[in-house]
């Protein structure tokens, strides 16, 4: 961009959701801050509150639309409270806002990963077909923490409530994610439906850890989609390239759904056309066989059964809560430990897009040693008068 100006080639740049996910663009650029610049990944998570009539949230910038109502500012944060220590578990996006947030308030930040990279989900999805942008998410923030003196980061940590206890932490968060569910358990079904082991069923987090094959030439793969946001659409396509007859499956009467709120719901439908996908619509999936599926018209209830290989199942997510279950069953010890307070947040207390998670870090950063604000913070509605002549 600032190439551009100083060429003649435009005369001005104007950025909508480059200046969304960071108000400070164009400041950063001038004094050459480019690490610093807080990158839109394309997301449109930023319009689904134009499209649901609710509050918007910027999956980079957790700012978003409260910095009026909670007076938070993109750039600087509320100054640090009267604690010092505080464990993070889990670098996903809540983990690693909620570390380099804190961070930024002064607080000596332990952040605890179990695994080798930093990311969660991210780190997995950044790898899907058209999410690589998704990747700054964790780019951004990895970044940012490695400038802090206050964080250290242990990988391949997974710990127990007993670890926990003993490192004596004065707070601790748990952002320990979420994984999909392989019992179908969603929208259609309440309860898990019958799944015959014989059948092979893959769920996202299968896919993304590659444990299908990689040619899957001949072979028909149904993706049923009770998820309806874009996991569905892009698990078709990731089959679909390897080779497979897809089908894809879904009670809603639009091919990921909800992504009609981000306004890609069209692009996603073409592309799936393009790649060859069968696409079914308005069509559940009441029992997994061995050899096939069994499909109900979500109008008539009438039953089709599909033949196939295999069946990746895009359902809904599970929280991974069993680390603050075990802290909240010896919560009696928490003060001989020296720990004042556990919360849980993002996917880990409610699985949700990356952007409830992004904001839930900052939020637990932000309210760290505050009164408790609750959840139902009204509005703030700015009312004009006129002053009396
Ligand atoms: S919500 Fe997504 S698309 Fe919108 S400004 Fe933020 S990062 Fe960009």
Redesign the pocket.
Known sequence: MARMIRQGVLDFIGC??????DPFLPRKIEEGRIEDIR?????????TGDMTMSI??????PT?MEEWRKGWHPERMNEKGESQTVLVVGAGPAGLEATRALSLRGYDVTLAEATTTLGGRVARERLLPGLSAWG??VDYRQYQISQRTNVETYFDSRLTAEDVLGFGFEHVAIATGSHWRRDGVARQHVVPMPIDPAMTVWTPDDVMAKVHPENLAGKTVVVYDDDHYYMGGVMAEVMAKAGANVILVTPSAYVSDWTRNTLEQGAIHVRLDDLGVDIRLNRGVTAIRAGEVETNCTYTGRKTAIGCDAVVMVASRLAEDALYNDLLARQADWADAGIRSVKIIGDASAPAPI?WATYAGHRYARELDTPDIGDALPFRREVTQLEPA
Do not use: D, L, Y
């Open positions: 909508a959701r480059p200046s969304i996910a990158e839109c990944i394309g997301c449109n998570m930023c319009i918007s949230r910027c999956t980079q910038n978003f700054r998410v952007a």
